[in-house]
């Protein structure tokens, strides 16, 4: 498997702009998870989905971001409007079942100006 | 919910030395404890794992120990490498979610 998978690596796009990050989770993983990693804050979980479904999405900022899970090989986070302080790496995440390993993709680097 | 704390945030230390990192957590229901390594301009990669019926891990170099009482856990690496050099992440498992730590950047000196 060529492993979690996630698009565009970097992404530059002007305040207000709307922005969707894409993710395909490894093949049989039933958890997905997206992070986004800045200095000031470390790691944080934005959401989580299993079996497709929404979880737990209390990490998610603002109601500027959404995300989907619209079948099991594909996952977006979407930011509408995107603001400079939206700036950070975003990662997808998957895993097979609780308790095991979570599989990182390389991440999306957004810098809003 | 859970919180993790990770110490220190950066560590500098000479090859062939031990590193030493520190986590603590507040949910007692915890009960996996991975840690992650992240290269620059990568994303985290599992390097060992410990599970709460555990209370120690060793693969090769790199050993971690787990005391529920306390609720802390460490990450010990032995004989280091220029190559150990990265970002180290602690993380504990809580109601299916992986809580990261913020994270110590390890740096090893020829």
């Known amino acids: 498997d060529a492993g979690v998978i996630q698009s565009p690596r970097h992404e530059v796009t002007e305040m207000g702009q709307e922005v969707t990050l894409r993710c395909k989770p490894i093949?049989?993983?039933?958890?997905l998870f997206w992070y986004r990693q800045t200095m000031m804050r470390g790691l944080e979980l934005l959401i989580y989905?299993?079996?497709?479904?929404?979880?737990?999405d209390s990490g998610m900022p603002e109601d500027r971001f959404s995300a989907k899970m619209p079948n099991a090989s594909f996952s977006t986070l979407k930011i509408q409007p995107s603001e400079p302080r939206d700036s950070a790496v975003y990662f997808c995440?998957?895993?097979?079942?609780?308790?095991?390993?979570?599989?990182f993709g390389q991440g999306t680097r957004l810098t809003v100006v | 919910g859970e919180n993790v704390e990770q110490h220190p945030s950066t560590l500098s230390v000479q090859e062939g030395d031990s590193a030493v990192i520190k986590c603590t957590y507040s949910?007692?229901?915890?009960?996996?404890f991975p840690w992650y390594k992240q290269e620059l301009g990568k994303g985290p990669q599992l390097i060992i794992d410990?599970?709460?019926?555990?209370g120690e891990k060793k693969d090769q170099r790199i050993a971690v120990t787990l005391n529920k009482t306390a609720k802390h856990f460490s990450l010990h690496i032995t004989e280091t490498q220029p190559e150990d050099s990265a970002v180290y992440f602690c993380?504990?498992?809580?109601?299916?979610?992986?809580?990261f730590g913020t994270g110590t950047r390890l740096q090893v000196f020829p």
């Open positions: 995440a998957s895993g097979l079942r609780k308790n095991t390993e979570a599989f």
């Open positions: 989905f299993n079996n497709n479904v929404p979880i737990d």
């Open positions: 093949s049989g993983h039933n958890s």
């Open positions: 993380a504990a498992e809580n109601t299916d979610k992986l809580i």
């Open positions: 949910d007692s229901a915890s009960n996996y």
């Open positions: 410990i599970r709460s019926n555990v």
